[in-house]
């Protein structure tokens, strides 16, 4: 548990550091060059994106709409849900589920600065 605290705390500190660009497109906006969160794309795009594409709903649900604490996206993605595979840290290393999750709150993050829609 702790452990999680701390990958968390370390998470958001990485986010509070990001910066964030305004009026990017709703797909893919990774407006970061944070290495830990780049890196995490790559681990995305390669287990996560055909379900749920750029973090919107697919086959899962979208998961960039919801604050998901890094303790249960890791979870998940160790045990699975459903339609949804566990990942093992043969599959996905520990190190890679850090940074997957860092890119995941980034993506969250791009899509709460979007502006509002006009009405
Ligand atoms: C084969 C398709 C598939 C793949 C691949 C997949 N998911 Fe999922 N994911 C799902 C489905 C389906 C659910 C909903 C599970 C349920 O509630 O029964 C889900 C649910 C989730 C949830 C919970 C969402 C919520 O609203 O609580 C998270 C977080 C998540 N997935 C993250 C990931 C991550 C990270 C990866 C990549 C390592 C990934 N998923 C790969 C299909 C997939």
Redesign the pocket.
């Known amino acids: 548990m702790i452990k999680y605290l701390l990958y968390s705390s370390i998470v958001l500190l990485l986010i509070a550091c990001g910066t964030a660009k305004r009026g990017e497109p709703a797909y893919a906006p990774l407006a970061t060059t944070e290495p830990a969160v780049v890196q995490g794309k790559v681990?995305?795009d390669t287990?996560?994106?055909?379900?749920?594409p750029g973090g919107e709903a697919?086959?899962?649900?979208?998961?960039n709409n919801?604050p998901?604490p890094g303790f249960?996206?890791r979870f998940?993605?160790r045990n699975?849900?459903?339609?949804?595979?566990a990942?093992s840290d043969k599959t996905?290393s520990d190190s890679d589920?850090d940074v997957?999750?860092a890119y995941?709150k980034t993506l969250r993050k791009a899509k709460e600065d979007k502006p509002a829609q006009a009405p």
Do not use: N, S, Y
């Not at 287990?47 to 749920?52: T, Y």
């Not at 697919?58 to 998961?63: D, K, N, R, S, V």
């Open positions: 681990v995305f287990f996560c994106h055909k379900c749920h697919g086959l899962g649900p979208a998961i919801k998901l249960l996206i998940q993605v699975g849900l459903g339609v949804m595979p990942f996905i589920l997957l999750v995941l």
